[in-house]
């Protein structure tokens, strides 16, 4: 029995359009006429004998059927670019789209990156931020993330096993000195990080100064920001060891305490379930869990 294939470029043109919801934005991206698009999905609609979008007066909608449909037709396309581009294809063509949280790009992503440039110098890379921003970047091939670990739709490969560590310039402002005991900190100003569990009311309660008003303080969207105040001598930060170790040891910031507390939270590369993983994501996947081993021996 004849399998119903419908050509090729008419699932081209469903697939773009799915994807914009939009006739000339996918004609646009195919280099096509708006007009040949939608003929083309008519085509694939009747061969199919069923509607895949519905027309709305502002864009388009997928069915129930186009829904159904879009999955297996994306990963058709991607899986053939993918053996086109390995048999006939250039290394060079290869372009690495990470999405990286910025603290953890500049502390420690960045000063190992040439590392990985020297290895694979075929392949290019394109770097976006993801401070606290919510959902996934359909772009990126990979997403290094702050987390537990328990993403439904990727693998997650574990990068940091930190510990929680209050760190402060050697000299505030003022000419005020450091901290010399945790329960001095309510004389100091707390620098906080927003979106992490485990902050500062985390770090005392664990070693037993409930007696502290944790809240006091400045608020900062960004580790980074708060690390750079701490460093400035604005007040105390709470910082991750692996994230602080490079200002630790250029001396711009110091640990006033022994005390640390292990984190639940850690950092990780994330690579989607719903894509396959090309050649060069998995040489940048396993650059960095090689790095990963380098830091914390014996934890990857």
């Known amino acids: 029995m004849?399998?119903?294939?419908?050509?090729?470029?008419?699932?081209?043109?469903?697939?773009?359009?799915?994807?914009?919801l939009n006739f000339t934005l996918a004609a646009s991206e195919l280099h096509m006429t708006q007009a040949a698009v939608s003929q083309q999905i008519k085509g694939l609609e009747t061969k199919l004998g069923c509607a895949l979008f519905k027309r709305l007066p502002r864009g388009l909608e997928l069915t129930d059927a186009g829904r159904a449909y879009i999955p297996g037709v994306r990963e058709s396309i991607e899986k053939l670019?993918?053996?086109?581009?390995?048999?006939?294809g250039k290394e060079r063509s290869h372009t690495l789209t990470v999405r990286v949280n910025l603290v953890f790009f500049n502390t420690w992503l960045a000063p190992r990156l040439a590392d990985f440039r020297n290895q694979y110098p075929d392949i290019d890379l394109r770097f976006t931020s993801n401070i606290w921003v919510a959902g996934t970047d359909?772009?990126?091939?990979?997403?290094?993330?702050?987390?537990?670990?328990?993403w439904t739709n990727?693998?997650?490969?574990?990068?940091?096993?930190?510990?929680?560590?209050p760190v402060c310039s050697p000299t505030l402002l003022d000419g005020q000195l450091p901290p010399a005991d945790p329960s001095e900190l309510p004389n100091y100003t707390l620098l906080h990080v927003i979106g992490y569990e485990e902050g500062w009311g985390f770090w005392l309660n664990q070693l037993g100064y409930c007696n502290i008003d944790p809240s006091q303080g400045i608020h900062f969207d960004s580790l980074m920001t708060g690390m750079e105040m701490a460093a400035q001598g604005h007040g105390v930060a709470l910082s991750r060891t692996s994230l602080a170790a490079n200002m630790l040891e250029n001396g711009r910031l110091i640990a006033p305490f022994e005390q640390t507390v292990s984190t639940v939270e850690s950092f990780y590369l994330t690579t989607p379930k719903d894509k396959p993983i090309r050649a060069h994501v998995d040489a940048f996947r396993q650059w960095i869990i090689d790095q990963a081993q380098q830091?914390?021996?014996?934890q990857v």
């Open 154 to 165: 990727c693998f997650s490969d574990r990068l940091t096993w930190d510990r929680l560590i």
């Open 138 to 150: 359909k772009e990126a091939d990979v997403e290094i993330c702050y987390g537990k670990g328990q």
């Open 2 to 20: 004849k399998k119903r294939l419908p050509p090729l470029n008419w699932l081209r043109s469903f697939e773009a359009s799915a994807r914009h």
């Open 295 to 298: 830091a914390s021996p014996g």
């Open 81 to 88: 670019a993918l053996v086109t581009d390995e048999v006939f």
